[in-house]
């Protein structure tokens, strides 16, 4: 069966994945709020493999979840993004499915082709 596309600024949630490990899923509320959660079964690891350090607790066990973050994503997200000109460029590819300036919009757009070994798919 061929993938069914969904055009970016219609997409509600992202899973994000290590490799092929689900780590967590992003969800966009309305009003543009971002919220980041992590997959209770990669909670239960103790966050192993490890994501990222900026989750990390004092104690080196996963913080609680991020605090909903209107209109923007939870910095390590932010920072997988191209800046300045590519992303004008890739905004403007995306024309009609992202908006200017929505994160959320371009990381669901860019999500299967990130730095690194994460993605984010619908």
Known sequence: MAPVFHAPKTIPSLDVLLNALKIGTIVRTPGDFN????DEAYRATGGFPVFSLSFRAATGGLRKGPKPLAGALPAFFANLL???KLREAMEKHHEGNVR???????????????????????
Do not use: K, M, Q
Not at 35 to 38: C, P, Y
Not at 105 to 116: E, F, K, Q, R, T
């Open 35 to 38: 919220a980041f959660n992590f």
């Open 82 to 84: 191209p800046e300045e």
């Open 100 to 122: 200017p300036g929505n994160d959320f919009d371009l990381l669901a757009a860019l999500g299967a082709d990130l730095p690194g070994a994460v993605r984010a798919s619908p």
